[in-house]
């Protein structure tokens, strides 16, 4: 399964494509909430979650203050787009 370009929208990924993407970038799926996904990279971690119309990214103790940062991207972005947003980190 190929992905489509990356300056297509999200909203026009079939979800097995999404689900792909975001394990091509390391994110592994959560067993019990399937809508759920982890990532660590080397300086930091996330959870991401697909809501109907947005994902939410959720940067672990990534604040000054050891805080959660928390973003939300809708599907209209290109998925390029969310590539640099969400995986350049906090």
């Given amino acids: 399964m190929s992905l489509p370009p990356a300056d297509t929208p999200l909203y ?43 994902l939410n990214v959720r940067y672990i103790a990534a604040g000054e203050d050891g805080r959660d940062l928390q973003r939300s991207f809708k599907y209209s972005l290109s998925r390029r787009d969310l590539d640099e947003a969400i995986f350049s980190g906090p």
């Fill in 12 to 54: 026009n990924h079939p979800l097995p494509e999404i689900e792909q993407w975001l394990r091509s970038k390391g994110c592994q799926q959560d067993r019990d909430n399937l809508h759920c996904w982890h990532v660590q990279i080397s300086t930091w971690k996330a959870d991401i979650w697909m809501e109907v119309d947005a």
